[in-house]
């Protein structure tokens, strides 16, 4: 039994989310420190790559989520923060990259690679379908 709830314990550490963000780094207004958690959720950390710097232990991560609460506290919009953390470090640090013209390729390449491989599939088949009828 011992061995079972030590085992649960350890399941129960590895599923829940653990979130870098230290208590000194939080907003005393809890309406602004979900903004920034918000904010932050959606924001690529520079070291980790494709950790959310919510996520991420590194002092990069840590410096942008303070850059947001300050840009928070000075009274920047959500739309406001992200474009200034884009225009300081690239369409990069988005975890989700905008549909622009620039990224158009990755928004289109996904499905038409799905869509030419179910083609193929289908054409394999249709094939073999007819060197059997033969």
């Known amino acids: 039994m011992k061995r079972l709830l030590t085992l649960l314990a350890l399941v129960l550490c590895l599923v829940m989310p ?3 963000v230290s208590p000194d780094e939080m907003l005393d207004d809890p309406a602004l420190e979900q903004r920034a958690r918000d904010i932050s959720a ?3 950390c520079l070291v980790c790559q494709n950790q959310s710097i ?33 225009d300081r470090y690239g369409e990069y640090v ?3 990259p905008r549909l622009n013209n ?6 289109i390449a996904a499905p038409a690679l799905l869509a ?6 289908f054409l394999g088949h249709a094939a073999s379908v007819i060197h059997v009828q033969s």
Not at 56 to 78: P, Y
Not at 116 to 121: A, N, Q, R, T
């Open 18 to 20: 653990v979130l870098a």
């Open 42 to 44: 959606g924001l690529r």
């Open 54 to 86: 919510d996520d991420s232990d590194a002092d990069l991560a840590r410096d942008l989520r303070v850059l947001v609460r300050e840009r928070l506290v000075a009274g920047d919009s959500n739309a406001e923060v992200e474009q200034y953390l884009v």
């Open 94 to 96: 988005l975890l989700n």
């Open 102 to 107: 620039h990224t158009l390729i990755l928004w």
């Open 116 to 121: 030419l491989g179910l083609f193929g599939l």
